[in-house]
């Protein structure tokens, strides 16, 4: 089954990828307050690398399938410097979750909607810091457009992550975090020495996990977390 196959199944089957509304896990610094969350979306965007195959072959997935991400700007007020899926709040005029990601990813990458499947939407996930119930919505680049930085204020580097790279096991370990004496921890990529860890890094090893594409890994294997 190829990438796309499995990519527009795992869409269609609706499984979750993160914890939901009523539950916590060990990175979460407070729970979500259904009654005051805001509704937001991100795009988590497959598609075929069109400058450079990843380096590290894997039998799981093709060398040229990539994934694209946002470097958030580092003066940002919320989670400043991290790596994130283009996307925000959904607004009044949004007409779903999907129209919003794109619309996001548009504003933050320049990339043209038109040339996005949209595959589905996955059940909402809790972002507590940010009280923030977020939908993660799956497509795939049939019709890749070129991308940049649109807004400094916002980014400050989109990029296209060969697949291949970041389910290789020398680029995964658990990103830790110490705050008020307690300790939080996630699952964490490095690419290119990029750090993709956080929410980000949670839903990525939750996605690989339930594709089936994950290879075994050191967990182990910790970092501090770059804040």
């Keep these: 089954m190829s990438a796309y196959s499995q ?10 990828i993160g914890p939901g509304r009523d539950k916590t896990e060990s990175w979460q610094v407070v729970g979500i ?3 005051t969350a805001r509704p937001a ?3 988590i965007l497959f598609g ?9 072959h894997s039998a799981a997935v093709p060398d040229d399938l990539d994934v694209l991400f946002v470097t958030r700007a580092g ?8 790596v994130a899926f283009p996307g925000g709040r959904i607004d009044d005029d949004d007409a779903d979750p999907a129209a919003a990601a794109l619309r996001e990813a548009e504003e933050e990458t320049g990339l043209d909607p038109a040339g996005v499947e949209v595959l589905g939407e996955l059940p909402e996930v809790g972002l507590p810091l940010s009280n923030y119930l977020v939908t993660p919505v799956l497509g795939w680049w049939a019709s890749p457009t070129p991308v940049r930085v649109v807004d400094h204020a916002e980014s400050s580097h989109v990029f296209r992550a060969p697949v291949a790279e970041l389910l290789s096991p020398e680029a995964r370990f658990t990103a830790v975090v110490r705050r008020n004496g307690r300790r939080h921890s996630t699952p964490a990529f490095m690419v290119d020495d990029i750090t993709i ?31």
């Design 48 to 56: 075929h690398l069109d400058d450079r195959p990843a380096r590290i």
């Design 75 to 82: 003066t940002l007020r919320s989670h400043p410097g991290q």
């Design 197 to 227: 860890w956080g929410f980000t890094g949670l839903l990525l090893s939750r996605l690989f996990d339930g594709l089936g594409w994950t290879q075994p890994w050191d967990e182990s294997r910790e970092r501090d977390a770059p804040l």
């Design 41 to 43: 979306a991100v795009l």
């Design 33 to 35: 307050d259904i009654a």
């Design 7 to 16: 990519l527009k199944a795992f869409a269609e089957s609706a499984a979750p």
